[in-house]
């Protein structure tokens, strides 16, 4: 069995002591680490908006942080990060960039869903990417874990869903062509999601600062959280969200 830890949208900030609308992205972080530190995962996902402003000192903070857990940490871009600042600072070696790997007898496809002339932060896949994807897709039979930034479903928040992956009919379209492909993981909506597709789960996961609503009517645990994910060499998984007491400032 493999186990992965997603955290997402940290928004970490230029400055530690710095907070983001009532939460210290730093201290909130901190948190998480221990509890991960304690669950012990064999690599560590990162789904997207790392740093708040796509600061360099913000990502030279999560490597600070991140890199002392000595595991492998898969990440990718949000649509708040600088992809440029983002590249030139993961240089780690415990930091690996969009690609795909395998995970014992899974394989993990990580891509870089953001866009640069994006109007409110909304995704797109380029059909580079997508025609990338399905080339991996047509090599193995390994269950396959995919993950991005932007959220290929709608949540039933307005809002939130015009931020979304824009072309996310060619890239679930896709997907349902393999029946090897098992999960698909997102950040950005900074709350808990589930749905399932066919044999596909698809997750949502909370934000390790600021969260928010889970559904256009209910309030969300404030708590900062991240999801593990234990990957069954059967192509099975099972999955939990682990929350963490950190007080708003």
């Known amino acids: 069995m493999i186990t992965i830890a997603q955290l997402t949208d940290t928004h970490l900030l230029a400055q530690k002591q710095d907070n983001l609308?009532?939460?210290?992205?730093?201290?909130?972080?901190?948190?998480?680490?221990e509890a991960i530190a304690q669950a012990q995962?064999?690599?560590?996902?990162?789904t997207g908006d790392i740093a708040d402003t796509g600061d360099r000192t913000a990502y030279e903070q999560a490597?600070?942080?991140?890199?002392?857990?000595?595991?492998?940490?898969?990440?990718?871009?949000?649509n708040h990060d600088v992809n440029a600042f983002l590249k030139t600072s993961?240089?780690?070696?415990?930091?690996?960039?969009?690609?795909?790997?395998?995970?014992?007898?899974?394989?993990?496809?990580?891509?870089?869903?953001?866009?640069q002339d994006a109007r409110w932060g909304e995704g797109h896949l380029p059909q580079t990417t997508l025609h990338h994807l399905e080339t991996q897709l047509k090599q193995t039979h390994r269950p396959t874990l995919i993950a991005l930034h932007h959220h290929p479903l709608p949540?039933?928040?307005?809002?939130?869903?015009?931020?979304?992956l824009q072309n996310a009919e060619d890239f679930l379209t896709l997907l349902h062509r393999f029946p090897?492909?098992?999960?698909?993981?997102?950040?950005h909506i900074h709350s808990p999601f589930h749905q399932q597709q066919g044999d596909?789960?698809?997750?949502?996961?909370?934000?390790?600062?600021?969260?928010?609503?889970?559904?256009?009517?209910?309030?969300?645990?404030?708590?900062?959280?991240?999801?593990l994910l234990h990957l069954h060499p059967d192509g099975t998984h099972t999955t939990e969200i682990q929350r963490v007491e950190v007080f708003a400032s």
């Open 41 to 46: 995962p064999d690599s560590l996902l990162l």
């Open 200 to 227: 596909i789960h698809f997750y949502g996961t909370p934000s390790t600062c600021v969260q928010l609503p889970q559904t256009a009517h209910t309030p969300t645990d404030k708590q900062p959280g991240f999801r």
């Open 90 to 115: 993961f240089t780690h070696p415990h930091f690996h960039p969009p690609q795909t790997t395998l995970l014992g007898d899974w394989q993990l496809c990580t891509l870089d869903s953001t866009r």
């Open 155 to 164: 949540t039933g928040i307005e809002w939130l869903d015009m931020m979304g």
């Open 63 to 78: 490597i600070a942080l991140l890199s002392p857990l000595e595991t492998p940490i898969y990440w990718l871009p949000g």
């Open 180 to 187: 090897q492909v098992k999960l698909v993981v997102f950040g």
């Open 21 to 33: 609308r009532g939460s210290n992205p730093w201290s909130s972080l901190e948190a998480i680490v």
